[in-house]
């Protein structure tokens, strides 16, 4: 079974302060994908970002990046002198099977002004 | 390119109401998912098809729940009788697999807010 844990239920921090979102997941499957959903206070789920197990390589894209660390099985997000506008829920979510994703409960992140 | 249409946007009706929710996938992406989505369940897989074919239904709650995905390009949830407990965000999201596992995202519609009184 899979099963993805995001242990932060809220998170509150005020802008311009840096922040991390953890993400521990568990499989058994030795080939498997990482994601990251947003979800702002319009409700709707954005895509962010994908890793595939045989890739552990950080990722960086502006403000964001993403730590992968098999040893430890996380996947934890990492925003940068955050904003406002980053304010959202955050979901990890695993991937093994053909098409079927296992979500996390998600972060509420509160960027304060 | 079109995302993911879901309609309606929000539905608000009495118990005992069949309910309809409509979603039409992106073009070209084989998967289709029926979530739901509450603040004590969190986000909850109902149901996912591959090629229009049911692959895994083991999230719908119930026999009052039921989907179907007569094409490629339209796959509807109804909920009949309708009860107040069913009252969620209900969102439909597209992928495209590829062999047996695949590196695709999901690609989430904007949700059905609905509201069973």
């Known amino acids: 079974a899979q099963k993805v844990t995001q242990a932060q239920t809220e998170i509150s921090v005020v802008e311009k302060e840096d922040v991390t979102l953890d993400c521990v997941y568990e499989?058994?499957?030795?080939?498997?994908?990482l994601f990251w959903y947003k979800q702002p206070p319009s409700g709707e789920l954005v895509f962010l970002i994908r890793?595939?197990?045989?890739?552990?390589q950080n990722e960086i894209s502006g403000r964001y990046s993403w730590n992968f660390q098999k040893s430890t099985s996380s996947f934890n997000f990492t925003i940068t002198a955050s904003q406002v506008v980053d304010s959202a829920v955050y979901f990890c979510a695993l991937k093994t099977n053909a098409g079927k994703s296992t979500f996390g409960d998600g972060t509420t992140l509160t960027v304060k002004p | 390119d079109a995302g993911v249409i879901q309609s309606p946007r929000h539905e608000v009706t009495e118990m005992g109401q069949e309910v309809t929710l409509r979603c039409k996938p992106i073009?070209?992406?084989?998967?289709l998912f029926w979530y739901r989505q509450t603040m004590m369940r969190g986000l909850e897989l109902l149901i996912y098809?591959?090629?229009?074919?049911?692959?895994?239904d083991s999230g719908m709650p119930e026999d009052r729940f039921s989907a179907k995905m007569p094409n490629a390009s339209f796959s509807t949830l109804k909920i009949q009788p309708s009860e107040p407990r069913d009252s969620a965000v209900y969102f439909c999201?597209?992928?495209?697999?590829?062999?047996?596992?695949?590196?695709?995202?999901?690609?989430f519609g904007d949700g059905t807010r609905l509201s069973i009184l």
């Open positions: 890793r595939n197990s045989f890739d552990e």
């Open positions: 499989t058994r499957d030795t080939t498997y994908y």
């Open positions: 073009s070209g992406h084989n998967s």
């Open positions: 098809f591959n090629n229009n074919v049911p692959i895994d």
């Open positions: 999201a597209s992928s495209l697999e590829q062999g047996a596992a695949s590196n695709q995202p999901q690609h």
